[in-house]
């Protein structure tokens, strides 16, 4: 009986550790599966006219609410990213980031080759200087047309924001499951387009690392 409890026991832990190092990437969407499978699954075709050679795209869904058009990317064949594709509103805008800010921290801008890391700026500046030169960036990305805003699990920057530096320091430390999501916003306020895209950062470096060693062998 006793050997037969210390199997169950093996087999649940096992089981953890496996679960534990599944990403969901966007609902029920994990790292690593496979292309037929989503193929398959989601009925997905291919869309290299959109986003290049490789990806597969589905038919649109609801994200809050709001209409977009689903793209999944692959390396050797394993899901790595998961984009959601609209036209860029105000309204939408809102609703995004919104829910984004539910789950995730917001932790870096970009626009036009220059970038604003929150957690360095948080830690160099009062509040009020911080909060300006956010907002004067990103006034300034929105009116360019050209905009990424970066976001991290909440719970991984909670737990590393008092011991890093800055963000790129905070994804060093962070374990290869934290997850991400990148907002672009890109074109004109009349021809706008908005990509979020959820992937997991630290795998995807991996992935590509372990490919990189097996063509070298």
Avoid at 56 to 66: A, M, S, T, Y
Wanted: proline fraction near 1%; charged fraction near 25%.
């Amino acid at each position: 009986m006793k050997k037969i409890i210390l199997g169950i026991i093996a087999v649940i832990y096992l089981n953890s550790i496996a679960n534990a190092e599944d990403v969901k990437l966007y609902k029920d969407y994990i790292f690593g599966m496979s292309k037929d499978k989503i193929k398959k699954e989601v009925k997905g075709y291919d869309c290299p006219e959109f986003f290049g050679q490789g990806l597969l795209c589905k038919d649109e869904e609801k994200f809050v609410g709001e209409d977009v058009g689903v793209a999944f990317r692959f390396i050797n064949n394993k899901l790595v990213s998961v984009i959601l594709v609209s036209e860029f509103t105000g309204e939408n805008y809102i609703k995004f980031i919104g829910a984004l800010n539910s789950k995730f921290q917001l932790v870096t801008m970009e626009s036009n080759q220059k970038k604003i890391d929150f957690l360095f700026q948080m830690k160099k500046y009062e509040k009020s200087v911080f909060l300006k030169n956010i907002t004067d960036f990103e006034q300034s990305g929105l009116a360019s047309g050209n905009i990424k805003y970066s976001f991290i699990d909440k719970n991984v920057f909670s737990n590393l924001a008092q011991s890093s530096s800055n963000v790129t320091d905070l994804m060093m430390k962070a374990n290869e499951s934290i997850r991400a999501v990148e907002y672009t916003i890109k074109g004109n306020q009349n021809d706008a387009l908005g990509l979020i895209e959820f992937s997991a950062p630290r795998k995807i470096l991996k992935l590509i690392q372990s490919k990189k060693k097996y063509e070298n062998f």
